[in-house]
């Protein structure tokens, strides 16, 4: 098993930055995926990034030059800087963790932008 913590979310306002933090912990593989996903008030959730073991992104268009995935594996953290943040990234935010075939998810945090 492996649990997934994240930290870091909060109100902030249009045009401000946050850095959502996720911990992984347990029976933790070298090799994975780990990214992060949101979901909008009353809408399905979608992806935002991710990042791979052997350090290759992705990032959702929505988001592409705002925000950045990165990693430490040396801690089993994976990071989501949000910059120039819009009313409509408001969300609760997943940390997720791909390795052996399964599917890892975290509680979620709540990132709110509004003036």
């Known amino acids: 098993q492996v649990q997934l913590v994240e930290s870091g979310g909060g109100l902030v306002q249009p045009g401000g930055s946050l850095r959502l933090s996720c911990a992984a912990s347990?029976?933790?593989?070298?090799?994975?995926?780990m990214g992060w996903y949101r979901q909008p008030p009353g809408k399905q959730r979608e992806l935002v990034a991710t990042?791979?073991?052997?350090?290759?992104?992705n990032v959702a268009d929505s988001v592409k030059g705002r925000f950045t995935i990165s990693s430490d594996n040396a801690k089993n953290m994976v990071y989501l800087q949000m910059n120039s943040l819009k009313p409509e990234d408001t969300a609760v935010y997943y940390c997720?963790?791909?390795?052996?075939?399964?599917?890892?998810w975290g509680q979620g945090t709540q990132v709110t932008v509004s003036s």
């Open positions: 997720n963790r791909v390795q052996g075939l399964r599917y890892y």
């Open positions: 347990g029976s933790i593989f070298n090799i994975y995926v």
């Open positions: 990042i791979s073991s052997g350090g290759s992104t």
